[in-house]
């Protein structure tokens, strides 16, 4: 018997919610990870998310479910990070295809873990899965509700974890501990983080990168693409709570449950009228890119790039390497020669 882990928001959220994995479960087996297709335009331009029919080569794994492989290949124009996980992480990762809907969503993830025995394990990395709508820095908040919905719907015991709170930048810290009082956090070990090592040297996941630096005990000043953070001593915990108490603060997810709409887009129109954020809409934000370097970073040398990722952090002590690739020109898959030529083999960049 295994648990199901849901990572609750797509994108990057597998990597910490493998962290999340080997904190609360001793099994020695890979975890079972459920994650949507949901990833920023620089890695799928289409904005998602993406279904079974925008991948060849998935595989059927626990209660039918399609599994990545490192052979599966997200179709163009179409972008995924999530086959070179299924290949850099010590877990089988099952695609979670909202596409078809909120119950078939729940019907996908009940079936996954009725196979499998166990219960079902959320994990989200930052907190916004806790919104209450209408924080001034919400950006995201319908794939969450719509996961809290889905696993409701399935009837199958719940458990919601909230890694780092506060750091994806929606919900601040301050709010998600008060909406967390009584919840006794745990903190992964370091161990926990190297089983996502191989993964976080290329990803361009931030939240999940913030989080496994805060368990490694980095603290204070953080510039992100969007955001600047701030790693406190609350930011390593990993705080459990019931699925009924999680929704009870998302009003999205109630109002979901209360109207259960037929289609995605209709799920979407749910949220947008909540929150005036609509699910489906393309990320349009971008933050500012330098001119990109003649012949890209082949032809960038570390004291200028040091220099200029000093003058665009504005004084923190430590830059996301998906900030540092945005803010020196390159690309996000030129992050792992972008660690190379700065010497880092830590989630986040430290600034001398």
Request: net charge negative; hydrophobic share 40%.
């Amino acid at each position: 018997m295994s648990d199901l882990f849901v990572a609750a928001g797509g994108g990057g959220d597998p990597l910490g919610t493998l962290i999340a994995a080997r904190t609360v479960t001793a099994a020695p087996e890979r975890a079972l990870i459920a994650t949507y297709a949901w990833e920023r335009p620089e890695v799928d331009p289409t904005h998602g998310p993406l279904g079974e029919e925008h991948f060849t080569g998935l595989v059927r794994d626990a209660g039918g479910a399609p599994a990545f492989t490192p052979g599966t290949r997200a179709r163009r124009p179409a972008g995924s990070t999530l086959p070179a996980l299924a290949r850099d992480l010590p877990a089988r990762l099952l695609l979670l295809d909202p596409t078809r809907g909120l119950h078939g969503l729940a019907g996908q993830i009940g079936a996954a873990a009725a196979a499998t025995g166990g219960r079902i394990r959320i994990v989200d990395i930052g907190g916004d899965i806790l919104t209450h709508g209408d924080e001034p820095g919400l950006c995201s908040p319908f794939g969450d509700a719509l996961t809290l919905a889905a696993c409701h719907l399935t009837g199958i015991p719940t458990t919601v974890h909230v890694a780092g709170p506060g750091l994806d930048g929606e919900v601040d810290e301050r709010s998600l501990l008060g909406r967390l009082t009584g919840c006794r956090p745990l903190t992964p070990g370091t161990a926990a983080v190297s089983a996502a090592g191989r993964a976080l040297a290329w990803h361009p996941s931030e939240a999940s990168a913030l989080w496994a630096a805060a368990v490694l005990g980095v603290r204070g000043t953080v510039r992100s693409v969007q955001h600047t953070l701030e790693l406190t001593e609350s930011s390593p915990g990993l705080y459990p709570l019931p699925l009924a108490d999680a929704i009870g603060h998302n009003p999205v997810a109630r109002a979901l449950l209360d109207e259960q709409p037929a289609t995605l887009r209709e799920a979407a129109d749910v949220s947008h009228r909540l929150t005036g954020i609509h699910g489906l809409a393309p990320e349009h934000a971008r933050a500012p890119r330098q001119d990109r370097p003649t012949g890209g970073i082949a032809f960038l040398d570390r004291d200028t790039a040091v220099k200029a990722l000093h003058e665009a952090a504005d004084g923190a002590g430590h830059v996301t390497l998906r900030f540092a690739a945005r803010t020196l020109g390159l690309d996000w898959t030129d992050i792992p020669a972008l660690r190379r030529l700065l010497g880092c083999d830590a989630p986040l960049l430290p600034l001398p």
